[in-house]
């Protein structure tokens, strides 16, 4: 066997099947052993960021490992920022990319880059194989590391000459000793009883969760504790799903774009109980007034989180999952009470909403609605980044946890349809939606003809404002209207000081995104008036293959609730002003 | 309030391992004040001795960070800790056309070593506590200091 062969094979072992990816000099060896390989599915991507985003999305689907392999170099450099992703939102992926000969490594060789170098900073761990020998080793931790604890992408660079050398003895490791590496799973019971009895004496306690729901798979427990007491709660982007939008405790999304109800409840609470979740500035607003009422206990696994953005009173390091079922052990019943009324009042007063008018523009609101009301319950959401994202998170009813995927951490535009198409391999059976922005899509607009010659079923709906519309949303409620750089219709012709659509714009928008789906092979299908949303969306999900549904939208809508940057988080904008 | 912190961090000995620690103090803003890397008695085993400056909340976080290096397998911050025995070394080149006895004296007093003499200066080496290396760099100054180099801060537990 030779290296190639090796690491094909404790792929298998480590349960994968499936990989994206993009072929190049240094990695023929590997495809060579792919070509006959029967049991490795490869999907061929258009370019090695989207090869990266499909084994990200395939991994929050799943909760397995998605891996991709890309070539040295440029395949290489292609792949970083959605290993970044990755890390900021904590995805188990891991990236192969192949090296140059070992003995050229250091020579400025064709396609050569420092690839442990590059992602030193932004994986949770790296590898150089310089040994055929080690390989095995390597590719057993990798998986344990990008796996375990807290998860995240592993890069493991692979030279030429290693993936040609022969091995003398072969054997997969079945343990793995890694004496800097023990993640803690259980957490302290004192820690735990203390909390319980916080939560017992607490008058308004609040549970603050987020990814790390998601990750440690904990939405039973989660649900377990809110039923047993009754604590009204808020879920972050990376968090929806974990709990069921119709669940009377749940005051919606908190933050920069969160609802009246969560980032009330996070001012007036008394004691903050933080789960998976890692106060985030787009969370917290302005830090120093964040809670200020409330004693604040934070459960993660990942030790650097606790204290490192706000002070904490009753640190636990630990598995969600185990220490959601430790609490729920401890901590007494607790019955809706007053506290309860108040958050159910906020939710109240302070809807969702959107009014759209009949004959008029469609507005994006109403696209994301009918979305939510045509899927069906096991449907999967991808979005991109922007406004489209926060209408997403806002306006789709979250039933399922894994279910809706997004780059939070980064906000990667582009990340949405790769990161789909990841999802729908995972999942053949279940409905696939990736919702983007006219801005977002075109990132990686290249995937389009991936799905069509791979029969990936992915329903992609753009929302089309012509605007790069969460920067024009800032531009225009804090730069005063200065548009600069975020019409997409923008041409030589337009007055240099525009400041917002008028009838003199140009007409034209290009790409057209239904001749560009079509030219991919994928159903292209369009909504310019609100009446068309429904038959486009039923016509476009049922196709069998890819589609491509385009709704034009109003232009300058904004995106409501907002709290502007390093505000408090309750002197919340709601558009009415 | 923001102070010196002399910290132990005992890694894997792997292939890159020194460029992760400093990579990651870069990465988040910490600067270094001296770092010193070296293998230990247990070939597998690396040490590396840094010294930093922050608040002990910056300083709190930045070894919750290096701790999660994957190499990191442990790492003592020792600024408070009393039963570590702590040394530096220096290498000073002074100039000495005149007050060659007075340097000498010192010298003596600090049982610092004369490793080279020429017409125009002196290099000595002194090694002991930061303290002691700091006071006599402070009573070499007026002499007029050349150059030196230091080794940064290495350190080992009493016990």
Redesign the interface.
Known sequence: MNGAEVLIDALKKEGVDLMFGYPGGAVIPIFDVLYREDKMKFILTRHEQGATHAADGYARATGKVGVCLVTSGPGATNTITGIVTAKLDSVPIIVISGQVRTDYIGSDAFQETDMTGLTRSVCKHNYLVQKVDELPRIIKEAFHIARSGRPGPVSIDFPVDVSNAKVKSYSYPETVDLPGYKPTLNGNPRQVQKLARSINRAKKPLLYTGGGIISSDASKELQKLLQKTNIPIVVTLMGLGSVPYDNRLFLGMPGMHGTHAANYALMECDLLIAVGARFDDRITGNKHTFAKNAKIAHIDIDPSEIGKNVKTDIPIVGDAKNLLSDLLAEVNPRKPDGWNNTTEEWKKKYPLKYIQPEDGEILPQYVIDRISQIADSDTIIVTDVGQHQMWSALFYQHKKPRSFLSSGGLGTMGYGLPAAMGAAMAFPDRMVVSISGDGSIQMNIQELATCAINKIPVKIAVLNNSYLGMVRQWQDLFWEKRYSSTCLKRGPDCPKDCRGPRKECPQLYLPDFVKVAEANGLKGLRAVKPTEVDSVLEEGLKVEGPALMEFMVRKVENVYPMVPAGKSINEILSGEE | MEEKHTIIIT??NH??VL??IS??LA?RGYNIESVIGAPTENPDIYKINLVVIGTE?RI??VT??L???????KIIDISHKKNYIVREFILIKVNAAKNRSEIFQLIEVFRAKIVDVTQNHITIDLSGPPRKVERFIQLLKPFGIKEFVRSGEVAVSET
């Open positions: 890694v894997a292939v890159g460029a992760r990579g990651l990465s909340e709190e976080q919750k960070q701790n999660k290096l994957v190499d990191t397998i």
